[in-house]
């Protein structure tokens, strides 16, 4: 499954189109990728908009439209806001205006000059649509290269935690949003400790520094190429 670093890299992939008009928008309804919001609904939604800006947030993807361009107020751009998840094998790319889609390419956002193409064979992502609101995202946990992400912080997560083994801490997305299998793995390698050892019998300023340079490197090698 994609991890923060993988995602990143589809965002910064997308953000080719940001201020760009979308002019039409091309959808496989009965795929699994809607289960949130139906196809139906995204079409017209975002058909005439503009893409204002984009974010990740661990596995998570967010796609902001407006009816103006990046540099006008909220207050006076009414704006819509699309969730992506790349599940297990969903991708983002660009295409030529005129892609001719394929059986996986589940949504596609077309402008005048590119396609935007999401794809994914297993249909374990979602594409769905935000209610209405300044910023859907508010309330998600502190990502771990947040200066909030602070050693006070990790062990107030995990005051009631202790016997938790320090893998299953590294997978919770509710403490470290966006670290999967791999990262954990890397994370205990370098500790180093066995994934199966208890938070009690780790030192937490140890594993929130090593957890923030693996999120770092892991940026800086996938996303940042």
């Known amino acids: 499954m994609p991890e923060l670093a993988e995602v990143e890299l589809a965002r910064r992939i997308w953000e080719?189109?940001?201020?760009?008009?979308?002019?039409a928008v091309d959808t496989h309804p009965?795929?699994?990728?809607?289960?949130?919001?139906?196809?139906?609904?995204?079409?017209?939604?975002?058909?005439?908009?503009?893409?204002?800006?984009?974010r990740s947030h661990g596995k998570r993807l967010l796609f902001t439209f407006g009816k103006e361009g990046p540099r006008t107020s909220t207050r006076t751009n009414p704006i819509t806001h699309l969730e992506l998840h790349l599940g297990m094998a969903g991708?983002?790319?660009?295409?030529?205006?005129e892609y001719e889609a394929t059986r996986h390419?589940?949504?596609?956002?077309r402008t005048s000059r590119l396609s935007l193409v999401y794809s994914d064979y297993r249909q374990f992502g979602r594409v769905f649509l935000h209610d209405p609101c300044t910023d859907p995202w508010e309330l998600l946990p502190v990502e771990v290269l947040d200066a909030r992400f602070t050693l006070a912080r990790l062990r107030r997560l995990t005051i009631r935690r202790m016997r938790t083994t320090v893998k299953a801490l590294l997978l919770d997305q509710t403490v470290f949003p966006g670290i999967g299998n791999w990262m954990a793995d890397e994370i205990c390698w370098r500790i180093p400790c066995h994934p199966g050892t208890r938070l009690q019998e780790l030192d937490l300023a140890r594993l929130r520094n090593v957890s923030?340079?693996?999120?770092?490197?892991a940026l800086r090698h996938v996303a940042d190429k």
């Open 30 to 54: 009965r795929t699994r990728v809607y289960r949130d919001t139906p196809a139906d609904t995204i079409a017209p939604a975002l058909a005439g908009t503009i893409i204002v800006r984009s």
């Open 105 to 109: 390419d589940h949504f596609i956002l």
């Open 212 to 217: 923030r340079q693996v999120c770092r490197g």
């Open 16 to 23: 080719a189109g940001t201020g760009h008009r979308i002019v």
């Open 91 to 97: 991708r983002l790319f660009l295409a030529d205006p």
